[in-house]
């Protein structure tokens, strides 16, 4: 089993950026996909990028397409979404996730604590 540390939210300004990374525990961290969900106040969560264990492909939502961008570093047992332009529609709470897997995945097993990204417009 995975387990997932959150890092990185904040309070920034619409057309800002942000930066969250996700620390994960353990030896087998290329044995998972990787993924950000978030979820805004009274709102379902929400698929927003994921990616493949050898960091290869990426899919994301139409939401965030062109400002996000996901990636990993297999040795440091990381991910990183790198968000720009940001909107104040982006506020949630961002939850780092994982499954294990070769494919690409808008589902997940694992997830960390999330981590508050507010964006004020």
């Known amino acids: 089993q995975v387990q997932l540390a959150e890092s990185g939210g904040g309070l920034v300004q619409a057309g800002g950026s942000l930066r969250l990374s996700c620390a994960a525990s353990g030896r087998t961290f290329i044995r998972y996909a990787m993924g950000w969900i978030r979820q805004a106040p009274g709102k379902e969560r929400e698929f927003v990028a994921g990616i493949t264990w050898s960091g290869g492909s990426t899919n994301y939502a139409d939401s965030v397409k062109g400002r996000f961008t996901l990636s990993r570093d297999n040795a440091k047992n990381t991910v990183y979404l790198q968000m720009n332009s940001l909107k104040p529609e982006d506020t949630a709470v961002y939850y780092c996730?994982?499954?294990?897997?070769?494919?690409?995945?808008?589902?997940?097993?694992?997830w960390g604590q999330g981590t508050q990204v507010t964006v004020s417009s």
């Open positions: 996730a994982a499954r294990e897997g070769f494919g690409l995945y808008v589902t997940y097993d694992y």
